[in-house]
């Protein structure tokens, strides 16, 4: 059995460790860096894990110092101390440590065309895919004890496709396809960003010759035409592990050529493109101005119900 200072240090180092997590977490939420990595909806959470993080820091600190036996071990009848290898628990201490260096050495950077190519993009939000077992319901007003139930039986809360922003214009779908459509010139924006591209790619024939204006950043896919690219946004969900790229396919008079990761504002007149067989929307390029980065360079998913 190891002697009882050895796994006073191993207290003290997971300590340590667990202050060095509270200090990156409090640097990212200062400097804003930390809507880089996650959605808004999901800072408050930081802000718990914030606390949870310094007051357990402090107390395995605390517990390593105390001559006191009973603050060190639980009494719970099992042999705390540490009996692993030096090799061992280097490798494991590791798991942690390596995380927290890179995050205090290497600057946050936001998403770009390197990851897009990876990760492919999709032409079109396919939220109405996902979502329209439920959609449906949702129009018909079906509910069950205060919820919907689903064509497989299951109970959804119909709370779930309310955008978490109570100030946005439209509560449903159908309200801001009727404002797309009736609108002589479509300016996507960001809180609609997936919801206006889905009913774009849904209804393509309704939307020819409407004259469109977006943000996004140049993605040159390998497939498309020497004149076409990708006006680009990443959406993020709950945080950057579940991003997803989403664009628009544009074709421009390259006599002023884009860049792959500029930030552009285009404008142009909506047509129809065919790529592997599928009819897309494309942006008949009248006029680009190139622009800074936005402060929030993401789109986020609301789950607009139909």
């Given at each position: 059995?190891?002697?009882?200072?050895?796994?006073?240090?191993?207290?003290?180092?997971?300590?340590?460790?667990?202050?060095?997590?509270?200090?990156?977490?409090?640097?990212?939420?200062?400097?804003?860096?930390?809507?880089?990595?996650?959605?808004?909806?999901?800072?408050?959470?930081?802000?718990?894990?914030?606390?949870?993080?310094?007051?357990?820091?402090?107390?395995?600190?605390?517990?390593?110092?105390?001559?006191?036996?009973?603050?060190?071990?639980?009494?719970?009848?099992?042999?705390h101390?540490?009996?692993?290898?030096?090799?061992?628990?280097?490798?494991?201490?590791?798991?942690?440590?390596?995380?927290?260096?890179?995050?205090?050495?290497?600057?946050?950077?936001?998403?770009?065309?390197?990851?897009?190519?990876?990760?492919?993009?999709n032409?079109?939000?396919?939220?109405?895919?996902?979502?329209?077992?439920?959609?449906?319901?949702?129009?018909?007003?079906?509910?069950?004890?205060?919820?919907?139930?689903?064509?497989?039986?299951?109970?959804?809360?119909?709370?779930?496709?309310?955008?978490?922003?109570?100030?946005?214009?439209?509560?449903?779908?159908?309200?801001?396809?009727?404002?797309?459509?009736?609108?002589?010139?479509?300016?996507?924006?960001?809180?609609?960003?997936?919801d206006?591209l889905?009913?774009?790619?849904?209804?393509?024939?309704?939307?020819?010759?409407?004259?469109?204006?977006?943000?996004?950043?140049?993605?040159?896919?390998?497939?498309?035409k020497?004149?076409?690219?990708?006006?680009?946004?990443?959406?993020?969900?709950?945080?950057?592990?579940?991003?997803?790229?989403?664009?628009i396919?544009?074709?421009a008079?390259?006599?002023?050529?884009v860049?792959?990761?500029?930030?552009?504002?285009t404008?142009?007149?909506?047509s129809?493109t065919?790529?592997?067989?599928?009819?897309?929307?494309?942006?008949?390029?009248?006029?680009?101005?190139?622009?800074?980065?936005?402060?929030d360079?993401?789109?986020?998913?609301?789950?607009?119900?139909?």
């Open positions: 059995m190891r002697k009882e200072p050895d796994y006073r240090f191993h207290v003290f180092l997971r300590g340590v460790i667990l202050i060095g997590f509270f200090l990156l977490l409090f640097k990212l939420l200062i400097s804003g860096d930390i809507q880089n990595l996650i959605a808004p909806k999901m800072i408050p959470f930081s802000y718990l894990s914030v606390l949870i993080l310094l007051v357990l820091g402090i107390m395995q600190i605390w517990r390593s110092s105390s001559k006191n036996r009973t603050d060190l071990f639980c009494n719970c009848g099992f042999d101390h540490n009996a692993g290898s030096f090799i061992g628990n280097l490798l494991i201490y590791s798991l942690f440590l390596i995380p927290l260096l890179v995050g205090f050495w290497f600057p946050d950077t936001v998403l770009d065309s390197s990851i897009a190519a990876k990760r492919g993009i032409y079109g939000s396919n939220l109405s895919e996902q979502n329209a077992d439920d959609a449906y319901l949702i129009a018909d007003n079906t509910y069950n004890n205060n919820s919907l139930e689903g064509d497989n039986g299951a109970i959804i809360d119909p709370n779930l496709y309310e955008s978490y922003d109570t100030n946005l214009e439209y509560k449903n779908r159908e309200e801001l396809k009727n404002e797309l459509l009736n609108s002589s010139k479509i300016i996507v924006k960001d809180a609609y960003y997936l206006t889905d009913i774009i790619v849904n209804n393509i024939d309704a939307f020819v010759g409407k004259e469109i204006e977006l943000i996004g950043f140049v993605f040159k896919e390998p497939d498309l020497a004149d076409q690219f990708v006006v680009a946004r990443f959406a993020i969900s709950c945080c950057i592990a579940d991003s997803t790229v989403f664009g396919i544009a074709s008079d390259m006599s002023h050529p860049a792959t990761d500029e930030w552009i504002r404008t142009g007149v909506i129809k065919t790529v592997d067989d599928w009819e897309l929307p494309m942006i008949q390029v009248t006029e680009i101005e190139r622009i800074d980065q936005p402060e360079p993401y789109v986020y998913e609301l789950y607009m119900p139909y």
